[in-house]
């Protein structure tokens, strides 16, 4: 059984940072896709990053995250992690990690992924 656990979650004032970090059991992810998404309240589940678990490596932001945040990934460990920067309150939300084991398109399309984590809440204060 597969499962993704997140961690790293908090209260950070503007301007600050924070590390969330997603450990996967059950399953190695060689192949397909690791990414993350929040949610805030009464909105849509959104896209933030993901790395592309095939050779390539390559990784994919939202224009709203890209220069603050950054994606990695420990093969070894199986795990990937997600460095926020320069946050701001409309960062607020309750932040997931996700894997695909098949995914090599669409990497912020949230319906392509078939594994999350229980999610882990990040609260930026103004």
């Known amino acids: 059984q597969v499962q993704l656990v997140e961690s790293g979650g908090g209260l950070v004032q503007a301007g600050g940072s924070l590390r969330l970090s997603c450990a996967a059991s059950?399953?190695?992810?060689?192949?397909?896709?690791m990414g993350w998404f929040r949610q805030a309240p009464g909105k849509e589940r959104e896209f933030v990053a993901a790395?592309?678990?095939?050779?390539?490596?390559?990784?994919y932001y939202a224009d709203s995250v890209k220069g603050r945040f950054t994606a990695s990934r420990d093969k070894a460990k199986n795990t990937v992690s997600l460095q926020l920067n320069s946050l701001k309150p409309e960062d607020t939300a309750v932040y997931y990690c996700?894997?695909?084991?098949?995914?090599?398109?669409?990497?912020?399309?949230?319906?392509?992924?078939?594994?999350w984590g229980q999610g882990t809440q990040v609260t930026v204060s103004s």
């Open positions: 790395i592309s678990c095939w050779r390539d490596s390559s990784k």
């Open positions: 996700a894997a695909s084991q098949t995914l090599y398109m669409g990497y912020n399309t949230p319906a392509r992924y078939e594994y």
């Open positions: 059950g399953r190695t992810f060689d192949s397909g896709a």
